[in-house]
């Protein structure tokens, strides 16, 4: 079991930047893929970012590709979601979710992970 715990939301004015943390509790959180979700009002959740376990192989929504990163740190039992280029559209609520899985693979769908930390708010002004 991991609990997962989100920081680093915030407001920003749009070109600018943010580094959001996902901190994981739990021993064995280098066996698990991470991913980054984000949810804006009246919408439905929508990928962003999902790393592998080992952070060998990462893959990115079109809508942030070239401007999020998405970075593991196993030591540290953290996720990272570094965003630069901040547009207005990037506003949401921001997740991050685990799923244990050990394969290299990532995974792209909300129903493929089975532990979600509560959310973050970053809100892009214009």
């Known amino acids: 079991q991991v609990q997962l715990v989100e920081s680093g939301g915030g407001l920003v004015q749009a070109g600018g930047s943010l580094r959001l943390s996902c901190a994981a509790s739990g021993r064995t959180f280098s066996s698990y893929a991470m991913g980054w979700f984000r949810q804006a009002p009246g919408k439905e959740r929508e990928f962003v970012a999902a790393i592998s376990w080992s952070g060998g192989s990462t893959h990115y929504a079109d809508s942030v590709k070239a401007r999020f990163t998405i970075a593991k740190d196993n030591a540290k039992n953290t996720v990272f979601l570094q965003m630069n280029s901040l547009k207005p559209e990037d506003t949401a609520v921001y997740y991050c979710?685990?799923?244990?899985?050990?394969?290299?693979?990532?995974?792209?769908?909300?129903?493929?992970?089975?532990?979600w930390g509560q959310g973050t708010q970053v809100t892009v002004s214009s």
């Open positions: 979710a685990a799923r244990q899985d050990n394969s290299g693979s990532y995974y792209l769908q909300t129903r493929s992970y089975d532990h």
